[in-house]
């Protein structure tokens, strides 16, 4: 890559501060600021990528090559606005952020300076800083943008092990909502599962436990075989008087899960059907 490039962070939480971790580690770039809402929290972000000045307002920034702006969805924009008006800003900068739900045209004040705008979104859960930290290589990343920031950005992440993935920036909400449902609702899920293992008399934390190697087991079988080949249970078997038995005793017990029981039902009926389809 040359000579490094500085970087600087704005909203440094779990995502901001396990990427600046990984590029301080890699010495990919040199870490500048970091601002947050507030300068404690700024210095613990600090404190956990080994690098960096935590600094409490937008005109404390020094000139940087490029800013990500690490905030929540709804303050990507008023951030750069913000970074914008510091007079931080010009074509040289590269500006990017990781929602993602949101394009980089999110970022809008910075295009206007003629800067390079990219969104890179890693797909995974940073619940766990640190062990996100410590097994991020091979991590896919949804990317789109300018030519010139991904350019300078690919190179970044592939630096610290990052698989790159180009996505369509018009279908981007779709494109997330594949996320919460493969992340999100699956935890849901599993929550609305524990639930009614609770009502037959089973207490939760070992109702966790019943479920465990069941969950573990689907999810391999699906990444092994595919999502209809992996497909087992009642509805699989074609025995739909127990699928019937089971919507009707979850719905007196809980019309919603009733409800939600029934949908899933019917996608997965259509599913077994494309896999018996694919049998024959």
């Known amino acids: 890559m040359g000579l490094r490039r500085t ?29 947050t809402r ?3 929290s700024a210095q613990r972000a600090v404190s956990f990528m080994g690098a960096g000045n935590a600094i409490a307002d ?51 004040s910075a295009i206007r300076l003629g800067a390079s705008v990219a969104s890179i979104h890693p797909i995974r859960s940073f619940a766990a800083p640190e062990q996100v930290a410590k097994d991020f290589a091979g991590t896919y990343c949804g990317v789109e943008g300018d030519q010139r920031a991904l350019d300078i950005l690919g190179d970044a992440f592939s630096a610290i092990g990052a698989q790159l993935v180009p996505i369509d920036a ?28 609770v009502k037959s008399g089973i207490p939760g934390d070992v109702a966790l436990k019943l479920m465990e190697q069941l969950v573990r087991e689907s999810v391999d079988n699906i990444f092994r075989l595919g999502p209809a080949s992996a497909l087992s249970g009642p509805i699989a078997r074609g025995d739909m008087a127990t699928v019937e038995k089971q919507k009707i005793a979850v719905s007196g017990w809980d019309q919603p899960y009733g409800n939600l029981y029934a949908q899933f039902a019917k996608l997965t009926v259509e599913l077994a059907a494309r896999r018996h389809k694919t049998e024959d």
Do not use: M
């Open 38 to 40: 507030t300068l404690e």
């Open 58 to 108: 937008y005109p404390d920034l020094r000139p940087t090559d490029i800013y990500l702006i690490a905030t929540p969805d709804d303050q990507i924009a008023q951030c750069c606005d913000a970074l914008t008006r510091a007079g931080r800003l010009s074509d040289n900068n590269v500006v990017f952020h990781c929602s993602g739900a949101l394009r980089s045209t999110e970022l809008q």
């Open 170 to 197: 018009n279908s981007k909400v779709l494109y997330h909502s594949a996320a919460v449902f493969a992340s999100n609702y699956l935890t849901t899920l599993i929550d609305v599962a524990q639930a009614a293992y």
């Open 7 to 35: 970087l600087a962070i704005i909203g440094c939480g779990n995502v901001g501060k396990t990427l600046g971790r990984l590029w301080v580690s890699s010495r990919t770039f040199i870490l500048q600021d970091v601002l």
